[in-house]
């Protein structure tokens, strides 16, 4: 069980919900890291007295120094503060829930140093998913999944010993706010329509996600890397409910699943006290009053990303990584207004034309295809 953490990402959605477990657990907090956030990082350090405080921005940085400088906490800033706050030497577990594939560095800089990784940074796996689970077993890291899918998953593998028994995940999806619509429909939708998701309140970029269905598709990247499995045995499935969090069908036809209400806490808390259970401040899910349970398949001709990421996640090498960094560019386009709803899947797919793919690339080779990607992608997007 975890005691110490050093928290990547602390003053995000779910940044801010590790610090609610971790005030009810009693862990403490080594290192406190994000971007610019300095009103909110200077009261969680006041709060949790983190050794190290790290804002990348250099200038939000400077001034939370100059906040903190009655305290001893240590403030630095950039990619080495962040590198910094994931080795942070107290820590026996990193919580990584920085948005973006700027998680991947920190997150292998903690495995080599064999700490338990509690992973909500999924673009990290979608871009370097080999390499990063390849270090894992190397450095005897543990990688405890905190995306409520992978972490349902991960529930329902409990025991499982022989991986062989496993004949397919089925990953729920909850349609989000877009469910239904045609892709004429989908070409007018705005930013502050996609914000609204039905079930659950996160970060902009994977609420944009999770209405292109792109966030279902970074899942089954997520899962096949999480779990050494081909893409035709990861499936994905409508539930609008959002009570089931996903399947695991073994062999014999059994399937189980894990069930609760749409709350991040428990897979973090779950996280943090795997292979324990601690007890939850929350009401259980109410079975008989949380209606009936539907699914549905995924229209994936409307929503183009999902089949662009299982297209990518086929061709493997840099192709996930080229996907994801042009992903994120087109999604904070998209929330300036500088593209359209279907702007987003077409400046991916014009990217995917554009940037070339190497197999079985190096870690230079990942981040190289992340930065072209990000480059074709603002020329596309300037256009
Ligand atoms: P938010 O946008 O709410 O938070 C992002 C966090 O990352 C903030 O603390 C932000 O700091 C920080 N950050 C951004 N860029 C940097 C940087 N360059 N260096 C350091 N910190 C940085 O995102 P979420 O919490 O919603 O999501 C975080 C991750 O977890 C994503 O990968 C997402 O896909 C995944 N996830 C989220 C779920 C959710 O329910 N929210 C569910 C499952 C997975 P600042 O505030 O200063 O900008
Ligand atoms: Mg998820």
Redesign the pocket.
Known sequence: MTKTISL????????RQTLEVARELGLRVAAL?????VD??EAQAREFHPRLA????DD?ADALRRRLCDTDIEVRSGAEG?LAAAQVEEADTVVT????S??LEPTLAAIRLGRRIAL????TLVCAGELVMAAAKQYGAQIVP???EHSAIFQCLQGCRDQREVKRLILTCSGGPFFGMTYAQLERMTPGDALKHPN???????TI?SATLM?KG?EVIEAMRLYSLPLDRVDTVIHRQSVIHSLVEFRDGAMLAQLGTPD?KLPIRYAMTWPQRAAAPEAPLDLLTCGALTFHAPDTEAFRCLAIARQCAAAGGTACAIMNAANEEAVWAFLRGETGFNGIHRTVESVLDKVAVKYQPSLADILEADRLAREAARAVLRR
């Open positions: 990547l990402g602390c003053t995000g959605s779910i940044g890291a994000a971007h610019s956030s909110l990082l790290v804002l990348y921005d939000a962040l829930a920085v948005v973006g700027v998680g909500a940074n999924k673009e905190v995306d409520s659950w309140t996160m970060g902009a970029k994977i996600d966030n970074l991040m």
